[in-house]
Every structure is written in structure tokens, then in C-alpha cells.
């Protein structure tokens, strides 16, 4: 029964050795171009060159083992290691005449575009971290990093309560309290970050007068209109949600740029000036490419061009009107995809991090950095649901798209959507890293093709597949412990790679449903495997009616078969699906 629904084993091998294939091809690639065989005035080598086999030096090849082998990764063998990242940051102070620039001779500059989430700009500790991961591609990378970075961890629901507050009459004293609490966190950041004392005294004269600008002056407004005062239109509304919300971001910008300056040349771009965005059917912000690239070759390629790094602002753009607007949840993502595709990166980097919060929710440090605690990717399953999940090393758009369907997004349609539009053909890969441990490769997002052309896996990259197949934990809903268990197991040879599950309200595909049960939608789940040519769909409902789940209805796409069962089966249907394919 069960070889009905088991993926061809070539396929299969594919995929779990794709972690170690695309980091190979892509150490490899970026390599052989830092030795000459990729130089900036030649053509740019396409995406596909990073996962097809190059031809490489055995010298170069050695490196990529190398690096497979547990080791940073990086494009070349003599980078700092990321475990004395402190350390190699304090040296690069000295070393600043050393940096390697772009090209001046007209060549499109090769940037990777590294964005850093609220987790990872947790406090000043951490950013320093970031700070010494972005200093070392700095250094060692021939890709010049572009950055993009999110608020403070908390800072944007702080700000989001306070727009919502001061719509309230009584709420009056919201405002100067949000503002003494962002001061009081950044400066205390900055006091830690900033070397010098006239860095420190700018950083904080900016701080003042953007708390200012983006927060006392639109909050007075909305009080004033709250009390029948003012009168404000419903744009005037959008700016003002827009100018205040995206603070945070603006704030570490400038706080991150303020601490690479004194190692790097690096300056804060404010998102709202380099990205054009428009309101598109469904209510979101869509980006505007041709305006947006303008902008970028404007503002971004220069900084490049000179050996500055960019630290861009993300979550904030402006309308074909000029008025502030945000793009969305998940905006900073969309921030670093559309800077990825508008400078035609070769790759974008998404640095997230599991962090440990206070009992008020506050962010208090990442959590330790432990063998059990480095995937920061996707995994097979919800580790909530009490099954041992194993780790997705690499997946298609397609695929992530699909998974977005059930709420399990690894990226976020919109940001998706920017890298595969109809006129991009090869779309830049997006990398997932944990902040915590670099060295550690995450889930790796990118084109059918990408993944289809890489070279077979050879028997010595094999048991580096083997290590990134390696199962996890389900000991806790956000720590993933890595499980000894590396053996074989079923889910090598079968189509699937992850099982998701909602409910049907929350379901993107609930319209496939039978009217008659959607009327019942809130006694109903959707369990659903994911991969790709999926075969034994009737199989696996004879699994599910095996173990007593009743089956209400099915829906099958490209990347998808859904099982619509009653909301008390929902765990159950989970587990069982999960065992007879990955057990």
C-alpha cells in the first residue's frame, strides 16, 4: 500500500541532499568568481549557474567540502569564523582601508540583499551580532550585502497600540509614554552600539526629532480629531497609521548604520524614499517595479558602487501619490525581496532568530545556542501537533505558495510574488538563516528549475544530506531539538514534504468546498499534504479511514490534496498522515 503513494527515489535523493547542493554550487560559484573566473566587468553569471555544476578548480571544490562539513558558510576558506564574531567585528575596525568595493567601470553591481527581523534587533547585544555577520560578508563575500532591517523586537506593537489609543478621548497620556519607552531603548542601545561620542549625540538628536515628527505631532492630530476638533480624511488617516507604525524601523536604521559606520562605510536609507508601491484588488500594497527601480539605481546602486553599505528602512514605502503607506505584515521581507529583484541580486537572505521573552512579553535574549536549537526553517509538520517533524531544506515558490494557503507561510505571498513575476525568469533565491548560529544552513526557497538542474548528489555530499535531514523534536511549540536519528526513513522516497492543517474559515481554498459544509465551517478542519506530483490521494483517506477520520470531502491542486475533516479529528488526521509518510 504505502509504495503507491512513495515519491521515484532520483527525485527524492534530489531533495534531501538540496541543502547541501545549494550551498556547495553557491560556495563554489561565488568562489570561482572572487578567483577571477567571475569578474565584475564579465556578464553577471545568471541564477541558475549557482545550482547547476560549475566547473571549479580542485582547489575550490575542496573549499565547498569544506564548508559542508559544518563550517561557516562563506565564499572563501580563509573567512572569519561567525563563533568569534565579536571579536572579528573589534578587528575589522582596523581594517577598513582593506574593504573590498564595486566596480566603478559601469558594471551592475553583484549585491545579496540581507534583511534582519525583529528578533534578530532584539536589543544592543544582538544587533552587534548581526553587525559582525554583515561585516564578515562585508569582507570575505563577493556579493556586497545590502541590508534591510525590521523595528526593534515589540517596537511596532507599541506603536500600533498607540495609534489605536489616541483615537480615544481619554487617552491622552498614551502618547508621551510610548515616547519616553522608545527613547529610553534605543539610547540605551546606542549608548552600547556607538563607539564615539559625537556618533552617540547624533543618533540621539535624530531619535528626538523622529520620535517628534512620527509620533507627538500625528498623535496630537488624531486626538485632536477624536475629540470632534479636527476633521481628517480616510488618507489622512493612512499617512498618520503609516508615519507612526513604521518608526521603528526608521529608528533602526539608523541605529544599525550608526554601529557599522565605525568598521564600514554604511549609511541609513529611509524605505519610504527608494520603494513605490500601489493598493492593489484585495486591499494590499503591491510594489510599482519600473518607479522602484528607479529609485534604487538612484539611491541604493551608488552606495554600492563606493563601497558604502545601505541599511534600508524596512516595511515603508509610498503610493504613486507620494503619501506614506506600509506594505503590509511581513513588510520587511517584502522590503528585502523587492530590493532583491530590483538590483537583480544574486540572492536574499531572511536572518530570523527564536528568542526567550519576559512575562509582559518583552524581548529578553535568543535563545542559547545549542545543537538542539539551530533549524530556523521549515519543517515537515507544526511541532505543536506532539509528532516528531524532520527538517524541509529546500523548497519551490510553487510549493511555499501553497503552504501560505494554510498559514504556514515561509515567505509571504506578496514577497513571493515580486521574485516571480511573468518577465522574470530566473527569480533570486531567498535563503532562511537563524542570527544565532550563521553557520548553520536553513530552508532554502527558489525555482523548479533551480533545483532540478543542481548536479546529483555524489556519495560524499550524501551524508551532508543525510546530517540536513536529520528529525526534530516536538518537545515545545517554538524550540526545535534536533533528534540523533538520522537514519532513512520513508518520507526520502514520497512526494510529500509537509503536512499543514487549518480551519476552514481560515483556509485560502475554503471556496473548493461544498457549500453544505461550509456552512458547518466551524466544526471543520482542512488537513493537507504539500509537495509536488502527488500520488495515492485515495490511499492516503483510506489511512485516514483506517484509523476511524472520517473523510467529508477532497480537494487536489498542483501542490496540494485536502482533507476536510471534523475539527475534533484534526490532530488525530495530522498525526496519522505524518507517520505513514515520514515514519
Not at 580542485?58 to 561557516?72: D, M
Not at 540583499?113 to 561585516?135: D, R
Not at 524601523?249 to 508601491?277: C, N
Not at 500520488?535 to 501542490?559: C, P, T
Amino acid at each position: 500500500m504505502m509504495n503507491a503513494i512513495h515519491r521515484r527515489s532520483t527525485v527524492s535523493t534530489m531533495r534531501r541532499g538540496a541543502a547541501a547542493t545549494v550551498q556547495r554550487h553557491w560556495l563554489s560559484t561565488m568562489t570561482a568568481a572572487s578567483n577571477g573566473t567571475g569578474t565584475s566587468g564579465a556578464p553577471r553569471p545568471g541564477p541558475l549557474r549557482r545550482f547547476a555544476k560549475p566547473r571549479v578548480s580542485k582547489r575550490v571544490k575542496e573549499a565547498a567540502k569544506a564548508a559542508n562539513n559544518a563550517q561557516p558558510s562563506t565564499t572563501t576558506t580563509t573567512s572569519t569564523s561567525t563563533s568569534t564574531a565579536p571579536a572579528a567585528a573589534a578587528a575589522s575596525k582596523t581594517t577598513t582601508a582593506a574593504i573590498r568595493t564595486q566596480p566603478t567601470n559601469g558594471a551592475t553591481p553583484v549585491t545579496a540583499v540581507h534583511k534582519f527581523g525583529g528578533s534578530s534587533m532584539g536589543n544592543a547585544s544582538t544587533i552587534e551580532k548581526c553587525g559582525a555577520i554583515l561585516l564578515d560578508r562585508v569582507h570575505n563575500d563577493t556579493a556586497f550585502p545590502v541590508c534591510v532591517v525590521s523595528a526593534m523586537y515589540g517596537v511596532t506593537n507599541q506603536l500600533e497600540a498607540a495609534y489605536s489609543a489616541v483615537q480615544k478621548p481619554d487617552q491622552h497620556t498614551v502618547l508621551q509614554r510610548v515616547h519616553d519607552e522608545l527613547a529610553s531603548m534605543h539610547l540605551e542601545a546606542a549608548r552600547s552600539l556607538i563607539d564615539t561620542q559625537a556618533g552617540r549625540a547624533e543618533y540621539e538628536e535624530h531619535l528626538l526629532q523622529s520620535l517628534d515628527e512620527a509620533l507627538l505631532q500625528p498623535g496630537h492630530q488624531l486626538q485632536r480629531a477624536a475629540r470632534g476638533d479636527a476633521s481628517l480624511s480616510e488618507s489622512d488617516h493612512l499617512t498618520m497609521h503609516a508615519t507612526m507604525t513604521s518608526l521603528g524601523e526608521t529608528l533602526a536604521s539608523h541605529l544599525f548604520a550608526s554601529h557599522l559606520s565605525g568598521m564600514v562605510p554604511s549609511q541609513a536609507v529611509r524605505g519610504d524614499d527608494v520603494v513605490r508601491a500601489r493598493k492593489a484588488d484585495d486591499g494590499g500594497m503591491r510594489v510599482m517595479l519600473d518607479n522602484t527601480t528607479s529609485l534604487v539605481q538612484q539611491q541604493i546602486v551608488p552606495l554600492v558602487d563606493r563601497g558604502c553599505v545601505p541599511v534600508v528602512a524596512g516595511f515603508v514605502c509610498r503610493d504613486n501619490q507620494g503619501r506614506r503607506r506600509t506594505l503590509g505584515r511581513s513588510g520587511s521581507d517584502y522590503s528585502a525581496t523587492i530590493l532583491g529583484r530590483t538590483l537583480q541580486a544574486y540572492k536574499v537572505v531572511l536572518w530570523k532568530a527564536e528568542c526567550n521573552k519576559t512575562a509582559d512579553g518583552k524581548f529578553l535574549e535568543w535563545q542559547p545556542r545549542d545543537e538542539q536549537l539551530k533549524w530556523i526553517g521549515l519543517l515537515s509538520i507544526d511541532p505543536r501537533v506532539g509528532v516528531t517533524p524532520i527538517k524541509v531544506p529546500v523548497l519551490t515558490y510553487a510549493e511555499a505558495a501553497t503552504l501560505s494557503e494554510y498559514g504556514r507561510e515561509v515567505l509571504h505571498p506578496s514577497s513571493m510574488s515580486v521574485l516571480l513575476g511573468e518577465e522574470q525568469s530566473n527569480p533570486v533565491p531567498v535563503f532562511v538563516s537563524n542570527s544565532a548560529c550563521p553557520d548553520v544552513p536553513g530552508t532554502v526557497i527558489c525555482s523548479a528549475d533551480d533545483i532540478n538542474d543542481a548536479e546529483p548528489v555524489d556519495k560524499d555530499s550524501a551524508a551532508s544530506a543525510a546530517a540536513s535531514a536529520t528529525t526534530v523534536s516536538a518537545s515545545t511549540a517554538s524550540a526545535t531539538e534536533v533528534s540523533a536519528d538520522t537514519s532513512t526513513d520513508s518520507a526520502s522516497n514520497s512526494d510529500v514534504f509537509a503536512i499543514a492543517s487549518t480551519t476552514i474559515d481560515s483556509w485560502a481554498g475554503r471556496q473548493r468546498v461544498d457549500d453544505e459544509l461550509t456552512s458547518e465551517a466551524e466544526n471543520l478542519a482542512v488537513v493537507a499534504l504539500i509537495g509536488e506530483s502527488l500520488y495515492g490521494a485515495s490511499m492516503a483517506a483510506n489511512l485516514l479511514d483506517q484509523a476511524g477520520i472520517e473523510v467529508l470531502d477532497r480537494v487536489q491542486g498542483e501542490h496540494q490534496v485536502s482533507f476536510i475533516v471534523d475539527h475534533s479529528h484534526e490532530a488525530a488526521a495530522v498525526q496519522q498522515l505524518h507517520r505513514a509518510y515520514f515514519a
